[in-house]
Every structure is written in C-alpha cells, then in structure tokens.
C-alpha cells in the first residue's frame, strides 16, 4: 500500500465527509463521493468536494456516517474494497471500533483504522462545508491493535494533508478526553440555553457575550448529539455524575445564602472555590497552534454597523505593525454598533491603543 494515497473515497456528504472532499481535492487528491441522499451527493459534487463514481478502487475510505451506523458501513467498505484502508470519523471510538471486531474478517480488521478530526460547526450538511475547517486543528488516529502500520501511515498522511495536527492514542483514551473536552460542554450549554426558552423577551434582550459564549454550541443537531452522547455514555456518565455533585453543593450553599440560613457560613466560601477551580482549569487550555496558555491584553473598539468599518479597523492594526492574538465581536443593543474585543500580547497593547486613538477610533479597556 502507498504511504502516499492519491485517491480516496468519501461516504457520508455532510459536514465533515464534504470538508474532507473539498481539503484533498485541493491537495490533488481524487476524490470519489458516495451518500444515501442523491441530493447531498450532488451538493457536495457541485460544491467541489469530488467527483461521483468510482473509476477505481480508492486506496482510503473515509466513513462519515452517523455514530449509530458508522460500524456497519465500515464493514460494508472492507467488503467491497478488498486492498483500501477504512477509517470513520465519528467522535465515538471505542464502541464502533468493537462492533466494527464483531462484524469483519481478521484480514478486513487489518485495514481498518478509527480517527476523529476535532472540528465542526454548528451548522450542518454539505453547505456548511469548509476547504479550511480542519487548518490547525487536532485529528486523532486511533489505531486497533490489529491495524497494519501502513493502514495507520496512510490515514495519518491524509489528515495531516487537510492541515490538521495529527495525534495519536488508543480508542478508549480518546473517548475518555472527548467526553471532557467535547461532550461535556455539549451538554451544559444545552442545559443553560434550555433555559432561556421561558425568560421574558426583555430579560433575553440583555443578553451579553457571556451567554453567547456558554451557550454557542447549543444549536448543534440533536439528532446526531443523542447518537454520539448514546455511543459514549460510558465515559460521559461518571464525568456528568461529578458535575451533577459539584453543581448540588454549589446549589446548597447559595439556597443557604438566599435563606440567610445560620448554617450559611462557609457557604460563600464554597462558591469561590468552585470559580477558583474553573480558573485553574481554564488555565489548561492550550493556547493558538496548541502552544502554552497566554495570557492576552484586550482592547474594545466601538464599530459602527456598516460596510467597511471591519476593513477599516484591521487595516489600521495592520499599521501599527501588531499580531491580532483573537478576536471577538458583539453587536450593541439599541444602536446600530459592534463591540469589537482586540487581543494582543501585552507588551504591545499600549502602542496598539495609541495608533487606533490616532486613527480616530475611541478605546476602552
């Protein structure tokens, strides 16, 4: 088998699967797409994502199939493609790995190779396909005990060829990190955004990047999240269990402080070590290109709503000659402004605030 694959297949044009057509058709790759929907299929064809047919056997085989059907599909690509790797790319490992065991051949299991890119948006299907959405971003191989080392070779070249940061580690280890790291968060921002459904539509109109923040990943696809949350309920339920006791001590010691119960003392206490704990842990998260947290400086520049005012703003940091570290914006309410937040490392910040001030802009911390 080429440690270099030139041809690929791609089953499932959602998201991912067109993402994953429209990467390596632009690194020269061919590209073969196949979907239950004609539709979805000619989508992502029109879109660029690859082509339709099968004018040869394809050397990869990327399975984007829903958790709950990803096995079986796997098993049917082994059959039908006797000399090409399989790989999934659900966010469930363990499980489709042990029912993709009891499904093939020893021989079939040799070409079979789990993997996950860890990237997404919250919009779906082919439409919402991105040549970049893998750029920088982590995707992991989880090799089987019985893959072939060149299976392994050639799924690791694919992925690194979308640009993603290719890592490596069993399926067990992945499900436990992404039920931290992915699902876990998928959770708690549907349980904040459910409860917004009720409040008033001027406490709503309060809303600020706070709970924009918390509850963004909140409009992701249920049906797909109850299939990957059932796949890996193994590794979700003791890390929900632990939120589930922390979130009831921290409940006890506001009902005290609302009480102004006697027992209330040390209640305070408990609350800011759960903030002080989420510091600690938000410290962890690595920092751009998977380097050391930093720590940024911020600046927020009023824009007003209106053609060319973003152009404007970069172009006037692009003078200053700094780096832009991050970037957020949130529109204003009752007027027609965006609150941009500009991140820079520190040292620069200053300079960076006597530039846009030079260039007419008001500053705020």
């Known amino acids: 088998m080429s440690a270099e694959p030139t041809t690929v297949r791609v089953v499932g044009t959602g998201l991912i699967g067109s993402s994953i057509g429209l990467a390596l058709s632009g690194k020269g790759i061919r590209v073969s797409l196949s ?147 992915s699902h876990l968060p998928q959770v708690a921002a549907s349980l904040v955004a459910a409860q917004l459904r009720e409040v008033p539509d001027d406490a709503i109109a309060l809303a600020g990047p706070g709970i924009r923040d918390v509850t963004r990943i909140a409009a992701s696809d249920p049906m797909l999240w109850t299939q990957i949350l059932a796949g890996n309920a193994t590794a979700v339920a003791p890390v929900l269990r632990r939120v589930g006791e922390q979130l009831a001590a921290v409940l006890d010691s506001i009902e005290a402080l609302a009480g102004a119960d006697t027992s209330a003392d040390g209640s305070r206490g408990a609350v800011a070590h759960l903030i002080a704990e989420g510091q600690l842990g938000h410290a962890r998260i690595p920092g751009k290109h998977g380097a050391a947290p930093a720590t940024y400086a911020t600046l927020v520049v009023p824009i007003p709503d209106e053609p060319g005012a973003f152009a404007r703003l970069f172009n006037d940091v692009g003078d200053a000659g700094i780096n832009l570290e991050d970037l957020r914006m949130e529109h204003g309410v009752g007027a027609p402004v965006g609150l941009v937040e500009l991140s820079v490392l520190p040292g620069v910040v200053e300079r960076l605030r006597d530039v846009l001030e030079h260039k007419g802009w008001s500053v705020h911390e």
């Open 35 to 181: 979907d239950p929907s004609p539709t979805a299929q000619a989508l992502a064809r029109d879109l660029g994502a690859g082509s339709i047919g099968e004018a040869e056997e394809p050397a990869v085989v990327f399975v984007a199939a829903p958790p709950d059907v990803a096995a079986e599909v796997v098993a049917a690509e082994l059959r039908r493609w006797p000399a090409a790797v399989v790989t999934d790319v659900a966010s469930v490992k363990q499980q489709i790995a042990d029912d993709v065991r009891g499904l093939v051949t020893p021989d079939q299991l040799r070409r079979y190779v789990g993997s996950h890119p860890m990237a997404g948006r919250e919009r779906s299907g082919a439409v919402a396909a991105q040549v970049d959405l893998f750029e920088g971003r982590t995707w992991v191989v989880c090799p089987q005990p019985e893959s072939d080392v060149a299976a392994v070779d050639a799924v690791q070249d694919l992925a690194a060829r979308t640009g993603a940061a290719v890592v490596t580690m069993p399926a067990d280890e992945h499900d436990a990190a992404v039920a931290v790291v």
